[in-house]
């Protein structure tokens, strides 16, 4: 099974500040890659998923995240964070099971 | 539109007692899983189940055991629950392995004194 990396544990930002979370995945061939988040109190919710094609791909909340084909990398960002994006934030690799990173704690300052 | 729907929400357990968890979904879903949540570790899988009638270890499948009972419906049992089972536990479903998105329950926090 995949082996899945998230770079940070846990991130603080102040509203209208950056965010890029970094994922890696342990190995190749074809894989489908998603993101989920989970708001405080929540189960998981989809935000976006790449099958193929462009590998920037957009999902929900002005999220977007770029594949890496040769990093075996699927990082997420957003160019704007509220204080409603406060959550934890899963990568996630599906190649005939679905492999969670540990997740990233982002908590947003107003 | 209930989606997938675990019971119980909450439950506490003695050492050595031993329970079931309850999923269900109704979007005619043909694989479901079972993850525990823990802080720091993300989610792992317990076991899955890829299609009615079928079901397989995933990465911590020690202690629990699963039943498939039709195409909605895939329960967790703790046959003698032990303190490291202390968890969030989350039913999920997905159309098929392998290539869509799943869906996830409310989740059951569980502690084992």
């Known amino acids: 099974a995949q082996s899945v990396s998230q770079h940070n544990h846990h991130v603080i930002l102040s509203e209208a500040a950056s965010l890029e979370l970094g994922c890696n995945y342990s190995?190749?061939?074809?894989?489908?890659l998603f993101w989920y988040v989970q708001y405080p109190g929540q189960h998981l919710q989809l935000l976006l998923k790449?099958?193929?094609?462009?590998?920037l791909v957009k999902g929900i909340k002005g999220f977007e995240a770029e594949f890496i084909k040769s990093k075996f990398s699927f990082n997420l960002r957003k160019p704007s964070v509220q204080w409603s994006d406060t959550a934890e934030y899963f990568c996630?690799?599906?190649?005939?099971?679905?492999?969670f990173g540990a997740g990233t704690t982002v908590t947003v300052r107003a | 539109n209930a989606g997938v729907t675990q019971t119980p929400k909450f439950q506490v357990l003695k050492t050595g007692q031993s329970m079931t968890l309850q999923c269900a979904q109704d979007?005619?879903?043909?694989?479901m899983y079972w993850y525990r949540q823990d802080p720091g570790m993300g989610l792992r899988l317990i076991y899955y189940?890829?299609?009615?009638?079928?079901?397989d270890k995933g990465e911590v499948p020690n202690g629990y055991n699963v039943s498939r009972l039709n195409k909605r419906e895939f329960s967790l049992r703790l046959e003698s629950a032990a303190p490291s089972q202390t968890s969030v536990y989350f039913c999920?479903?997905?159309?098929?392995?392998?290539?869509?998105?799943?869906?996830f329950g409310q989740g059951t926090r569980l502690t084992v004194v």
């Open positions: 996630a690799v599906d190649d005939y099971k679905l492999s």
């Open positions: 189940s890829a299609s009615e009638g079928t079901t």
């Open positions: 999920a479903s997905s159309e098929w392995e392998g290539a869509s998105e799943a869906f």
């Open positions: 979007m005619n879903h043909n694989s």
């Open positions: 190995y190749g061939g074809t894989v489908n």
């Open positions: 790449y099958f193929s094609g462009d590998p």
